[in-house]
């Protein structure tokens, strides 16, 4: 069953039109510093970048090693959106794993032609990369996947973890790599998401939302849902007697 905080979250979103996540403001010239050699790339990134944008380029991952190297750039950049350090974690995953490129190749290919669980186990394992953790993760299986959305990859990082925790009481951690958690977080959420009709990627993007602080907060996060109306009473029918 759907906790109450998320169910009336979600129902304050539907009331809102189902608004998609605001576009992400990144810093091009930090990137630039960190990741010279991608600078044509960095270039030609959206700034804002929203989900859509990230989406539209990461599905080009499974082409070969240049693409799935850009689409884990796209899917960082987005991810850390204005966070000063995210730049030198991203340059340290790709410069520290020697074989950086083909890893992020053969995660693409196994999210492509397997399940959405292997593809979290084979970046936490046979495609592992030093100094990237699930929380980034599985942002990039997310981008990168061409399932529909009741089969996505979902993102389970820090900020949705505590949400689950808060809303839910549902203690899932986005610290270390664990398929079996993994597997019970897509299960809960596509349960979820089937109870209210909408989809997994849904109630994640919701759950996010909802762990923003007030001052950048979307303004359907805070509304409150207006009073029902009561039902009217039907008069009583006297008996005639007859």
């Not at 189902?18 to 030609?44: C, G, H, T, V």
């Not at 990082?157 to 009481?169: H, I, N, T, W």
Request: hydrophobic share 35%; net charge neutral; charged share 20%.
């Amino acid at each position: 069953m759907v906790p109450d905080p998320i169910r009336s979250l979600t129902n304050r979103w539907d009331r809102a039109g189902r608004p998609p996540q605001p576009p992400i403001l990144w810093s091009q010239k930090s990137w630039k510093k960190q990741l010279p050699s991608y600078s044509q790339f960095l270039d030609s990134l959206p700034n804002p970048i929203s989900r859509r944008d990230v989406q539209y380029r990461a599905q080009q991952a499974s082409r070969g090693e240049c693409q799935a190297v850009e689409a884990f750039l796209i899917s960082m950049v987005w991810g850390y959106g204005p966070t000063g350090y995210g730049p030198w974690r991203t340059s340290r995953v790709l410069n520290e794993n020697h074989d950086a490129a083909q890893r992020l190749l053969r995660t693409a290919n196994a999210e492509s032609m397997e399940n959405e669980e292997r593809s979290y186990i084979h970046l936490a394992k046979e495609s592992r990369l030093t100094f990237l953790g699930p929380a980034f993760g599985t942002k990039y299986l997310y981008f990168i996947s061409k399932r529909p959305p009741i089969e996505l990859p979902l993102i389970l990082d820090a900020v949705v973890s505590r949400a689950l925790l808060e809303l839910a009481g549902v203690a899932i951690s986005a610290k270390t790599w664990n398929p079996s958690a993994y597997q019970n977080y897509l299960a809960l959420l596509r349960g979820w998401a089937a109870e209210i009709s909408v989809s997994p990627p849904d109630v994640e993007r919701v759950l996010f939302a909802s762990q923003q602080p007030i001052e950048r907060a979307e303004s359907w996060v805070h509304e409150k849902m207006p009073p029902e109306t009561p039902r009217e009473t039907p008069p009583a029918v006297e008996n005639s007697g007859e």
